[in-house]
């Protein structure tokens, strides 16, 4: 008699299941390691004392432009983004460095999150195509047993 287990005796051997917990050993390292390096990054980033284009209102004097090698090295504003437009503060009368996002840098960013959406809808399009094809296959070899049987 067949057991109504909808979990496939496959999963359950023990070289899948180690590959599993590896894999998702792997995947929690990487978010965990990633939220641990964040939380690095921003403590070392924050100067001592706050800009002054958040203290108080600015005009932005030059427009948002791509960090060159060189900027991107020796200014901590453009380590975020890779993006920086000067800014001058009205009060103090200062000029300072901010970092901004781009509209490239956004449009890039879009069509690169569409690509990966579109990747993974056509990996799982074809997992559930395979998964159908192989309980097809199941119930199909079921009936013939059924039918053999009598």
Same mark, same amino acid.
């Given at each position: 008699?067949?057991?109504?287990?909808?979990?496939?005796?496959?999963?359950?051997?023990?070289?899948?299941?180690?590959?599993?917990?590896?894999?998702?050993?792997?995947?929690?390292?990487?978010?965990?390691?990633?939220?641990?390096?964040?939380?690095?990054?921003?403590?070392?980033?924050?100067?001592?004392?706050?800009?002054?284009?958040?203290?108080?209102?600015?005009?932005?004097?030059? /427009?948002?432009? !791509?960090?060159?090698? $060189?900027?991107?090295?020796?200014?901590?504003?453009?380590? +975020? @983004?890779?993006?920086?437009?000067?800014?001058?503060?009205?009060?103090?009368?200062?000029?300072?460095?901010?970092?901004?996002?781009? /509209?490239?840098? !956004?449009?890039?960013? $879009?069509?690169?999150?569409?690509?990966?959406?579109?990747? +993974? @809808?056509?990996?799982?399009?074809?997992?559930?195509?395979?998964?159908?094809?192989?309980?097809?296959?199941?119930?199909?070899?079921?009936?013939?047993?059924?039918?053999?049987?009598?």
């Amino acid at each position: 008699m067949e057991s109504d287990c909808r979990i496939p005796v496959v999963c359950c051997r023990p070289r899948i299941l180690v590959l599993h917990a590896l894999f998702w050993g792997l995947v929690s390292l990487r978010v965990f390691g990633a939220a641990l390096l964040s939380e690095d990054k921003t403590a070392a980033v924050k100067p001592a004392v706050a800009p002054c284009w958040q203290l108080e209102e600015f005009i932005v004097t030059t /427009a948002c432009s !791509e960090c060159n090698a $060189f900027q991107t090295k020796s200014w901590s504003s453009c380590e +975020l @983004t890779g993006y920086v437009e000067r800014v001058n503060c009205t009060k103090s009368n200062k000029e300072e460095h901010k970092s901004c996002r781009s /509209a490239v840098m !956004e449009d890039h960013l $879009f069509w690169k999150f569409e690509a990966a959406m579109l990747a +993974l @809808t056509l990996l799982f399009a074809v997992l559930v195509v395979v998964r159908q094809r192989w309980l097809d296959r199941l119930a199909s070899e079921k009936v013939r047993r059924q039918i053999e049987s009598i």
